[in-house]
Nanobody, 123 residues
Framework: QVQLVESGGDLVQPGGSLRLSCRTS????????VGWLRQAPGKGREGISY????????DYADSVKGRFTIYRDSATRTVYLQMNSLKPEDTAIYYC????????????????WGQGTQVTVSS
């Protein structure tokens, strides 16, 4: 059974940092690209970062570029999202999901979404 389980969301002040984790199971970890996506209140889902299968290429949405870093640990089958310099507009539910595409920030390309973890940036 394919599972992706997010954790690490929290309430943080503007300018703060969080690290989100996505633990995976049930599929060949090195054969899929894993992405982080988010949904803010009243908005659609937004792809914010991915890390590609096998070669670990990555990319970011302009809204988070320079502030967020994605990386993966094949030994623990976990994908992380380090989020720095957080802004109130980063408030959202954050999801991880997998895709067979090598590179994509399109939420429609992702399958097997986790349940999400809430990130709230507020003073």
């Amino acid at each position: 059974q394919v599972q992706l389980v997010e954790s690490g969301g929290d309430l943080v002040q503007p300018g703060g940092s969080l690290r989100l984790s996505c633990r995976t199971s049930g599929f060949s970890f090195d054969d899929y690209t894993v992405g982080w996506l988010r949904q803010a209140p009243g908005k659609g889902r937004e792809g914010i970062s991915y890390i590609s299968r096998r070669h670990d290429d990555s990319d970011y949405a302009d809204s988070v570029k320079g502030r967020f870093t994605i990386y993966r640990d094949s030994a623990t089958r976990t994908v992380y999202l380090q989020m720095n310099s957080l802004k109130p507009e980063d408030t959202a539910i954050y999801y991880c999901a997998k895709t067979h595409y090598y590179s994509s920030l399109n939420p429609g390309d992702y399958k097997s979404w986790g349940q999400g973890t809430q990130v709230t940036v507020s003073s």
